[in-house]
């Protein structure tokens, strides 16, 4: 597999979760209330896959050949893209914060729960959408076949340098999938 299309699988697998804390919001808009362990295995799949193996492989990764290979050219794209990645793990750390308050019904806690659930759907959404359908398909007509086989080849020692505890999308297949099962015990 190419480097490029684990990137867009590792989309999908987001996109569940991001499905799953969309519909988690609209419940609590209509007051209801998730489980804590919901938000607390959310926040550990949007951190530790998303932000730290995800987006670790796009920033630093992709996006370093990327500015050694064009020079510049695309440094305004990759900028963007490194923001979205910030404000989403602002969001995360944001929802972490008011867990506590969450648990106690503090409405203050809910609200902001909700209004960095929002950001952060609405964020990574268009940010894959973007990736996927745009920036995605004019690095893959960019890169030769020889830096194309070394991207992957680094993918894949970031994944075994990730995966102590197994492999990492593997692993976080299961963390979505509980997920998911949280959400329908509500």
């Given at each position: 597999?190419?480097?490029?299309?684990?990137?867009?699988?590792?989309?999908?697998?987001?996109?569940?979760?991001?499905h799953?804390?969309?519909?988690?919001?609209?419940?609590?808009e209509?007051?209801?209330?998730?489980?804590?362990?919901?938000?607390?295995?959310?926040?550990?799949?949007?951190?530790?896959?998303?932000?730290?193996?995800?987006?670790f492989?796009?920033?630093?990764?992709l996006?370093?050949?990327?500015?050694?290979?064009?020079?510049?050219?695309?440094?305004s794209?990759?900028?963007a893209?490194?923001?979205?990645?910030?404000?989403?793990?602002?969001?995360v750390?944001?929802?972490?914060?008011?867990?506590?308050?969450?648990?106690?019904?503090?409405?203050?806690?809910?609200?902001?729960?909700?209004?960095?659930?929002?950001?952060?759907?609405?964020?990574?959404?268009?940010?894959?959408?973007?990736?996927?359908?745009?920036?995605?398909?004019?690095?893959?007509?960019?890169?030769?076949?020889?830096?194309?086989?070394?991207?992957?080849?680094q993918?894949?020692?970031?994944?075994?340098?990730?995966?102590?505890k197994?492999?990492?999308?593997?692993?976080?297949l299961?963390?979505?999938?509980?997920?998911?099962?949280?959400?329908?015990?509500?």
């Open positions: 597999m190419n480097a490029i299309q684990t990137l867009k699988d590792e989309h999908q697998l987001i996109l569940k979760v991001l799953l804390l969309s519909r988690s919001r609209k419940e609590l209509k007051g209801g209330m998730m489980s804590t362990l919901f938000f607390e295995k959310a926040i550990l799949f949007c951190s530790e896959f998303a932000d730290r193996f995800h987006h492989k796009e920033e630093f990764l996006f370093g050949l990327l500015a050694h290979k064009k020079e510049g050219k695309l440094d794209a990759m900028g893209l490194r923001y979205q990645h910030e404000r989403c793990t602002q969001s750390m944001a929802i972490r914060q008011v867990l506590e308050g969450y648990e106690n019904r503090d409405e203050i806690s809910i609200t902001l729960i909700l209004e960095n659930i929002a950001i952060y759907v609405s964020l990574l959404s268009r940010h894959i959408y973007q990736e996927d359908h745009i920036f995605f398909p004019m690095v893959e007509k960019s890169l030769s076949p020889d830096e194309s086989r070394a991207l992957n080849e993918f894949e020692k970031e994944e075994l340098r990730s995966s102590k197994g492999a990492v999308f593997q692993r976080n299961m963390l979505a999938d509980e997920l998911s099962q949280l959400f329908h015990l509500r």
